[in-house]
C-alpha cells in the first residue's frame, strides 16, 4: 500500500512540476510586456512639430545600432545610427493634409536621454490644414501588441485631441478647420483614463516578473487574511514608488532597477525553502513592502518609455489610470490563483511539495532573468 501511494505522490510531483515548469519556461521568453512609444505634435502658426519617443531598445529592432556585433553599443554607433533612425521614421510615420502628404523639412534630430530613450523630432512646413490625418506605420514594424500615445495640441499648449494607436488602428484624423470643434470627443479613441487604464491592466498581465514576485509571496498563505495584508503592503509600496518616478521625483535607471526585481523573486524564493516555517505575515508584510517599492519603479518604466512624464497635456490622470489598472489586474489575478493555492495545501499529498518545488523554480526563473540583465544583458 506504502509503495502505491509512493508512486502516486511520485507522479503527482512530476506533473506539479511539470506544469510549473512549462509555466516558467514561457514567463522567461516573456518578462516583459509589449512596447509602449509616444508621439506629441504641436499645430503652429509656422507649420507641425511632431516629436516621437521610443524605448532604445524598440528602436534598436528596426535599426540596429550594434554594428560590430559586440553587444555593447559604443557613443560613436549611436552618433551613427542617428540618420538611419531619422531615415527610418520619416519613412514610416506619415502626415497628411486634406489627404495630400506633407513632407518634413530637414532629415529629423534624433537624440537621447539617460532613460533609456530615443527621440525623433520633426518639422512640417506652414500650410493651410484643414484636415489633419497622420498614420503611424512604425507600429506595424514593432512586435505584436506595442502601443503609441499621441497627442496633438496647438502652440499655447491646449489639447486638440488624442489617440491610443495600435497595430490595427494606427490613424487619427483632425478637422482643424474649427479648433474648438476639433477638440471634440469624435477625435479620441477613448478617454486617456481608460486609455491607460487598460495600459496598466496589460502591463500586470504580460509583467510576468512581477506576477511570480506576487506567486513567491502568496504561495505560503492558507487564507484570506494574510493574502490580503500581503496584496494591500505591495500595492501601497509600489503606488508610492509610481508616482515618484512618475512625477520626476525620484528617477533610477531601469539598467538598476531591472535586476533588483528579478533579485526580489530570487530572494523571495530563497526564503520561501529555508525559513517557510518561520516566517510571519508581520515579516513577510514589511518585506513586501521594501520589495514593493522596487517593483513600483518598474511600473513606471512603462511610462517612461512613452515619455509620459514630460508630456505637456499632464501627468496625473495616466499615472493615477496605469496604477489603477495594474491593481485590478493584479486583484484579477489573485483572485484566481489563490483559490488554487489553497486548494492545493488542503491536499495534504500536495501540499508539503507545493511551497519548496514552486520555489525552486521560481528562483530559476528569477536567476535566468537576473543573469539575463546583467551579465548577458
Known amino acids: 500500500m506504502m509503495t502505491i501511494l509512493s ?16 509555466f516558467l519556461q514561457l514567463q522567461t521568453g516573456f518578462a516583459h510586456p509589449p512596447g509602449l512609444s509616444s508621439v506629441d505634435l504641436t499645430v503652429k502658426p509656422d507649420g507641425l512639430a511632431v516629436k516621437i519617443t521610443f524605448s532604445s531598445q524598440d528602436i534598436e529592432a528596426l535599426v540596429p545600432m550594434d554594428t560590430d556585433g559586440d553587444a555593447e553599443v559604443t557613443d560613436e554607433e549611436l552618433g551613427n545610427a542617428k540618420p538611419h533612425i531619422s531615415r527610418y521614421v520619416i519613412t514610416h510615420f506619415n502626415v497628411k493634409s486634406g489627404g495630400q502628404d506633407i513632407k518634413s523639412t530637414a532629415s529629423g534630430t534624433v537624440s537621447y536621454d539617460n532613460k533609456n530613450n530615443t527621440h525623433v523630432e520633426l518639422n512640417y512646413p506652414e500650410q493651410q490644414i484643414d484636415k489633419l490625418t497622420v498614420e503611424s506605420k512604425i507600429l506595424s514594424r514593432l512586435p505584436s501588441g506595442h502601443k503609441q500615445y499621441l497627442t496633438v495640441q496647438d502652440e499655447t499648449g491646449k489639447e486638440i485631441g488624442k489617440k491610443m494607436l495600435t497595430q ?5 484624423e483632425i478637422d482643424l478647420k474649427n479648433v474648438s470643434a476639433a477638440a471634440g470627443p469624435e477625435n479620441r479613441s477613448t478617454s ?34 494574510p493574502a490580503l495584508q500581503i496584496i494591500t503592503f505591495f500595492t501601497v509600496a509600489h503606488s508610492i514608488t509610481l508616482a515618484l518616478a512618475g512625477l520626476n521625483i525620484v528617477d533610477i535607471p531601469g539598467s538598476i532597477v531591472e535586476p533588483l526585481i528579478a533579485a526580489t523573486i530570487v530572494y523571495v524564493g530563497l526564503e520561501n525553502i529555508f525559513r517557510k516555517a518561520n516566517v510571519t505575515t508581520k515579516q513577510r508584510c514589511i518585506l513586501t513592502f521594501f520589495f514593493g517599492l522596487i517593483h513600483g519603479f518598474g511600473f513606471a518604466g512603462v511610462l517612461r518609455e512613452m515619455g509620459i512624464s514630460s508630456i505637456e497635456t499632464g501627468i496625473l490622470v495616466p499615472l493615477f489610470s496605469f496604477n489603477l489598472g495594474v491593481e485590478l489586474g493584479q486583484i484579477t489575478v489573485a483572485a484566481i490563483v489563490l483559490p488554487i493555492i489553497w486548494w492545493l495545501h488542503g491536499k495534504e499529498s500536495i501540499s508539503k511539495y507545493l511551497v519548496p518545488v514552486g520555489s525552486v523554480l521560481t528562483c530559476l526563473a528569477g536567476s535566468y532573468w537576473l543573469l539575463e540583465r546583467t551579465v548577458l544583458g
Do not use: A, C
Open 168 to 172: 490595427q488602428d494606427g490613424i487619427i
Open 7 to 22: 508512486k502516486i505522490n511520485g507522479r503527482m510531483i512530476n506533473k506539479i512540476t511539470g506544469v510549473i515548469f512549462l
Open 192 to 225: 486617456p483614463f481608460t486609455d491607460f487604464l487598460k495600459l496598466g491592466v496589460e502591463h500586470i498581465l504580460t509583467g510576468y516578473d512581477h506576477l511570480l514576485f506576487l506567486f513567491s509571496l502568496l504561495v505560503i498563505t492558507r487564507n484570506f487574511w
